[in-house]
Nanobody, 121 residues
Framework: QVHLVETGGGLVQAGGSLSISCALS????????MGWFRQHPGQEREFVAAIRWGGGTPRYADSVKGRFTMSRDNTKNMVYLRVNSLRPGETAIYYCASTRLGSLFGTFDAWGQGTQVTVSS
């Protein structure tokens, strides 16, 4: 099993930037792919980005391509999401997730508690 903890959320003005982080603890062999999701108030959780611990190009949701960057640090078991040019509608709880499966399109089986990102207009 793995345990995920997100940090770095906060309040940012529209057009601004923010970095959020996720620390993985437990057995890293139980994690092949890491993902970021977000949940807007009153809506379903949606996919944002995913990356393999083993390398390769991250996958992004179309709505964030060119503005968000997901990265990883295998030595620290950390993943990051740099969010640029934030829009007011992107206020959400951002969740880190992990899956044992190697696909960037698969189902995630471990979740963090989430970190709030609030974008003011």
């Amino acid at each position: 099993q793995v345990h995920l903890v997100e940090t770095g959320g906060g309040l940012v003005q529209a057009g601004g930037s923010l970095s959020i982080s996720c620390a993985l603890s437990g057995d890293p062999l139980n994690s092949a792919v890491m993902g970021w999701f977000r949940q807007h108030p009153g809506q379903e959780r949606e996919f944002v980005a995913a990356i393999r611990w083993g390398g390769g190009t991250p996958r992004y949701a179309d709505s964030v391509k060119g503005r968000f960057t997901m990265s990883r640090d295998n030595t620290k078991n950390m993943v990051y999401l740099r969010v640029n040019s934030l829009r007011p509608g992107e206020t959400a709880i951002y969740y880190c997730a992990s899956t044992r499966l190697g696909s960037l399109f698969g189902t995630f089986d471990a979740w963090g508690q989430g970190t709030q990102v609030t974008v003011s207009s």
